[in-house]
């Protein structure tokens, strides 16, 4: 598979990861020393990303859908940085509503055949509650 399809392939396993709240598996898509910046908070580390996801999933919550759209890669070798755009669909009482949207800003690396975030910084542009 080329290095721009595994790329986007490392982006989709993400959001599916979070949806399905594994994060073992999400900080598994991270080099061992990467970081994961959130708008909550930082993850450094496989074990500080995991500590930092189930910091921020304390409570239970609706079944909910992150997908990444606009993908660019400017590939360097077995580097790469990424910048996409990424929108969160979940239910409510009501109908599904958009929870959230932003940007994600990656530098991803190729490690043994395989890519991994090195970094991801979300940005969160759009969230409810916000006007």
Same mark, same amino acid.
């Given at each position: 598979m080329p290095?721009?399809?595994?790329?986007?392939?490392?982006?989709?396993?993400y959001c599916f990861t979070l949806d399905e709240g594994r994060p073992e598996d999400m900080a598994?898509?991270?080099?061992?020393d990467g970081v994961w910046e959130t708008?909550?908070?930082?993850?450094?580390?496989? /074990?500080?990303?995991?500590? /930092?996801?189930k910091s921020i999933?304390? /409570?239970?919550?609706p079944k909910r859908l992150h997908l990444a759209t606009n993908i660019v890669i400017?590939?360097?070798? /077995?580097?790469?940085?990424?910048?996409?755009?990424?929108v969160v669909f979940k239910n409510s009482s009501t109908s599904p509503v958009i929870g959230a949207a932003g940007s994600y800003y990656d530098h991803v690396v190729k490690v043994g055949g395989?890519?991994?975030?090195?970094?991801r910084r979300i940005d969160r542009f759009i969230a409810e509650g916000k006007d």
């Amino acid at each position: 598979m080329p290095d721009k399809d595994e790329i986007r392939e490392l982006l989709a396993r993400y959001c599916f990861t979070l949806d399905e709240g594994r994060p073992e598996d999400m900080a598994a898509l991270f080099t061992s020393d990467g970081v994961w910046e959130t708008a909550f908070g930082i993850g450094r580390g496989r /074990e500080g990303i995991v500590a /930092e996801m189930k910091s921020i999933a304390t /409570e239970p919550r609706p079944k909910r859908l992150h997908l990444a759209t606009n993908i660019v890669i400017d590939l360097d070798g /077995e580097q790469a940085s990424v910048r996409s755009n990424w929108v969160v669909f979940k239910n409510s009482s009501t109908s599904p509503v958009i929870g959230a949207a932003g940007s994600y800003y990656d530098h991803v690396v190729k490690v043994g055949g395989r890519w991994f975030f090195a970094y991801r910084r979300i940005d969160r542009f759009i969230a409810e509650g916000k006007d």
